[in-house]
């Protein structure tokens, strides 16, 4: 079947069964001309969209369905679609009717013409001015510290080869740096700009706490696309900075105590610099362990499969 579907779309649904009818429609008007499939997840939706769904899919082969049995959330909602897809190239994009499919097919030319994964870049946000500020910092940020700067690392409308999907970790909020992270693996990472809709149906899903989690993630795609291969310059350079603080203190207490009849015993500064000598003792020992299991491990098997890719 992998043979025969040219390009899989994925897209993720909460409570969109009023948009539903109308994406159906308006992906296979895009896709007229190709073969294609296309998943719809169900990320816990409690109105009638599976009903729709499955509907859908029983007039329409091309359409599948996938119930996951609570909200899960994007990042996991893709995962469990990415899993079942059957195309040489995948397109993800949003329910709601805010990512236009008209859009699909100049996504596709720019795999066509070389490129592994396309993101849109919505140039005219349809967004109230309370989701486009915090956008502005988040994609300023997400660029300035994984060194991929992109106007919309978050669009939902993107297009790849559907190895890179399988190989980018997908789970809690990483799927906002799924350019990022495919980028840290060598893939030609493009920009489009898009046409993006304001919403016609339902409410948005994100509240401010989606900032929050995102950035808590932001410092796992940083341990990923920095250290990943070398875990021992992001724990052994933090032990390097405490061990040499707690030394510089301890050689203070030390003169302290020669050369002032001071006692330095009970000094809470003591205390600091002992702690922080233990502490640059761990760092630098779990560098060590974690550059131990990475060769173990044999990560760097990445750069042998991205060569066989390019080579045939």
Not at 117 to 146: C, Q, Y
Not at 194 to 222: P, Q
Not at 238 to 254: D, F, K, M, P, Q
Request: proline residues 4%.
């Amino acid at each position: 079947m992998t043979d025969e579907i040219e390009v899989s779309l994925l897209a993720p649904a909460k409570n969109e069964s009023e948009s539903l009818p109308r994406l159906f429609a308006e992906i296979r008007e895009a896709m007229a001309g190709r073969s294609w499939e296309l998943v719809v997840v169900d990320d816990g939706s409690t109105d009638d969209s599976w009903r729709v769904i499955g509907e859908h899919a029983a007039a329409d082969p091309r359409i599948r369905g996938i119930r996951l049995r609570r909200n899960f959330g994007k990042a996991a909602a893709l995962a469990a679609g990415v899993a079942e897809v059957r195309g040489r190239l995948l397109v993800t994009l949003d329910a709601d009717l805010q990512d236009d499919p008209a859009e699909i097919p100049r996504l596709l030319a720019e795999l066509d013409a070389g490129a592994d994964l396309v993101s849109g870049h919505k140039a005219e946000r349809r967004d109230p001015l309370g989701k486009r500020l915090p956008s502005k910092v988040f994609n300023w940020v997400t660029g300035l510290i994984t060194g991929l700067r992109l106007s919309d690392h978050n669009c939902g409308l993107k297009a790849a080869r559907t190895e890179v999907y399988r190989r980018v970790p997908l789970y809690g909020e990483l799927h906002r740096y799924i350019p990022a992270l495919a980028h840290r693996l060598g893939y030609r990472v493009r920009e489009l700009p898009v046409h993006h809709r304001a919403r016609v149906h339902g409410r948005s899903h994100y509240g401010l706490e989606r900032y929050a989690r995102g950035a808590l993630d932001l410092l796992t795609v940083v341990a990923l696309t920095r250290y990943g291969r070398r875990p021992a310059h992001l724990f052994g350079g933090l032990g390097l900075l405490a061990g040499t603080i707690g030394t510089l203190i301890l050689l203070y207490l030390t003169g302290v105590w020669l050369f002032t009849p001071e006692s330095i015993g009970t000094r809470p500064l003591l205390t600091l610099g002992i702690l922080l000598e233990i502490f640059a003792v761990q760092m630098v020992s779990l560098g060590l362990l974690a550059e131990l299991v990475l060769h173990r491990t044999g990560r760097d098997a990445d750069v042998t499969i991205l060569v066989s890719d390019t080579t045939g």
